[in-house]
């Protein structure tokens, strides 16, 4: 995987972001999330790759595109052989509502290279590279907090961390309080609460709790390439996820996965902001076109290129009819 091609993952998560943020605020959180989807499929269909989706929509009979072992991109000789992981609207209720943080993001690997997860929960713990080697999810949030700040020399009491609003983590929200640190919570959008622990200027330091397990592969692609940190052990809700697991090659459910485990060898990930968020902008429209704002990194070198975009739809009339 090319320089090159991590470029042009970018116009994928551009036309599934331009298509969801012109249905932004309307209430339909299922319409923005198909606009995506579709917009996303189109795109792939313009790269240089013989892509197979081994996080997606969901299984074939539940996503008409960009299901789970869909084969995406021109699939010619010489094209490289990639596994994908993508949400083309994450945080679906945050852009039908007008509300900060919905992103599209694609993660894409070698062959092989990401986890194939079942749709279930995972328990994760993210940090930027400042606290890399500082977490453990055997140990408590109080414990993990004081390492973290030990690690990154400063007080618990100075740490932000991102927790998703739900009535499963109170005991979560509770002992973080107690240790004395920051609690942000969010409606939803994990994978950009992830992310953000790795950008200073987020004020982000740590993301605690449970959610999406497909979720905490992609967000690994990306703290991978920025030199963070992150575990995650699935948490089955019931015995069917349990064996869905299992066929997909999961036995041990208590495992604790690091990033390099989730997301192995050479990575790469790019993501553009729907609604502004903590590190990326939202797209904002005006008269004849659009402007977006993006992030792509790569594994290989870790770099992290932010991308402002401005789209002209006459010169691009695709984009006008998204």
């Known amino acids: 995987m090319d320089r090159n091609l991590a470029m042009e993952v970018v116009r994928v998560t551009e036309m599934a972001a331009i298509a969801s943020a012109r249905l932004m605020g309307r209430g339909d959180k299922n319409e923005s999330d198909q606009a995506a989807v579709d917009a996303m499929r189109r795109a792939f269909d313009a790269l240089h790759i013989d892509g197979t989706i081994v996080i997606g929509e969901g299984e074939r009979d539940e996503a008409p595109m960009l299901y789970i072992g869909e084969k995406v991109g021109r699939r010619a000789d010489g094209d490289p052989a990639v596994d994908i992981a993508l949400d083309p609207l994450e945080g679906t209720n945050l852009c039908a509502y007008g509300r900060p943080g919905s992103i599209t993001v694609v993660a894409m690997a070698s062959k092989g290279g990401l986890l194939n997860a079942p749709d279930t929960y995972m328990e994760k713990l993210a940090v930027g590279p400042r606290a890399r080697g500082a977490i453990d999810l055997r140990k408590s949030a109080t414990e993990n907090l004081r390492t973290i700040a030990e690690k990154m020399k400063v007080y618990v009491s100075d740490l932000t961390v991102v927790v998703l609003d739900r009535e499963r983590h109170q005991d979560l929200i509770k002992e973080i309080r107690a240790a004395g640190a920051r609690i942000r919570l969010i409606e939803d959008g994990d994978v950009a609460g992830a992310i953000a622990t790795c950008f200073e200027g987020t004020g982000v330091d740590v993301l605690m709790g449970t959610g999406g397990a497909p979720e905490g592969v ?105």
Do not use: W
Not at 225 to 248: F, H, S, W
Not at 282 to 295: D, I, K, L, M, Q
Not at 302 to 319: A, C, E, M, N
């Open 218 to 322: 992609i967000a690994a692609a990306a703290i991978r390439a920025t030199g963070g940190d992150m575990q995650g052990r699935l948490v089955p809700r019931n015995p069917g996820e349990i064996e869905r697991a299992k066929k997909m090659g999961i036995t041990d459910m208590s495992k604790i996965y690091a990033a390099e485990e989730l997301a192995r060898g050479e990575v790469m990930f790019a993501a553009t902001g729907v609604t502004s968020g903590d590190f990326l902008k939202g797209v904002r429209f005006f008269g004849g076109g659009c402007e977006t704002h993006s992030v792509v990194m790569r594994s290989k070198t870790s770099t992290v290129r932010f991308i402002q975009s401005l789209h002209k739809f006459d010169k691009k009339p695709g984009y006008a009819s998204i």
